[in-house]
Each structure stands twice: as structure tokens, then as C-alpha cells.
């Protein structure tokens, strides 16, 4: 009997992609973000981070929150990463402002 050898890449391809998809399709905070690359971009950060064995067990929930975050992240580096010095000093200061509120 051959062995089948499962990859990476095959358990995200079975669990992850669909989930971004959905998000992607879904959720209008996330329409401007390229599939493509978001696949991309989440691949190399599970990669980084994780065994094949923790994303084999992980639930759909944790999995599911994990690319929430990532997405979301992206949106925020690319809101930013359109302002200009002076906005950023300002978003900044607002920042530092709400934390001394809290």
C-alpha cells in the first residue's frame, strides 16, 4: 500500500482557503483585499507559525479567528500606509490619547 504524504499546503488548501474566501466574500471590511494575495500572505504566516499537526487540529473556530486577525490587520497596514507623515502623527497622538482614557 503507498503512503500518501500530506502537506502544508494541502491542509491549507482543504481548511484555510474557504474560510477566506467566505470572509472575503462576506464581509464588506475585507472587499478591497486581493484574494490572491491574501491566500499568499496568510500561507506564509501559518507557515511561519505553526506545525502541520496544530493546523490539522485546530477548530474551525481558532482557524477561523486567526484569518479574521490577519485580515483585518491588512486592512489596517494599508489604511495607514496612505497617510501622510502628518496624518500618522496625528493618528498617533489620537492613539495615545484614547489609551490614557481607558
Given amino acids: 500500500m503507498a503512503e500518501v504524504s500530506i502537506t502544508m ?6 481548511r ?3 474560510i477566506i474566501e467566505n470572509f472575503l466574500a462576506t464581509d464588506n471590511l475585507f ?3 486581493e484574494r ?3 491566500v499568499e500572505i496568510i500561507f506564509d504566516t501559518f507557515l511561519r507559525n505553526c506545525s502541520i499537526k496544530e493546523l490539522q487540529e ?3 473556530e481558532i482557524l477561523s479567528d486567526r484569518i479574521r486577525r490577519i ?3 491588512q486592512v489596517l497596514f494599508r489604511l495607514l500606509s496612505d497617510l501622510t507623515p502628518k496624518e500618522i502623527e496625528e493618528f498617533d497622538a489620537a492613539v495615545r490619547d484614547m489609551r490614557k482614557s481607558w
Fill in 16 to 18: 484555510a482557503i474557504p
Fill in 36 to 38: 490572491d494575495e491574501m
Fill in 9 to 14: 499546503k494541502d491542509i491549507f488548501k482543504q
Fill in 31 to 33: 472587499e478591497n483585499l
Fill in 71 to 73: 485580515l483585518g490587520g
Fill in 58 to 60: 485546530m477548530t474551525e
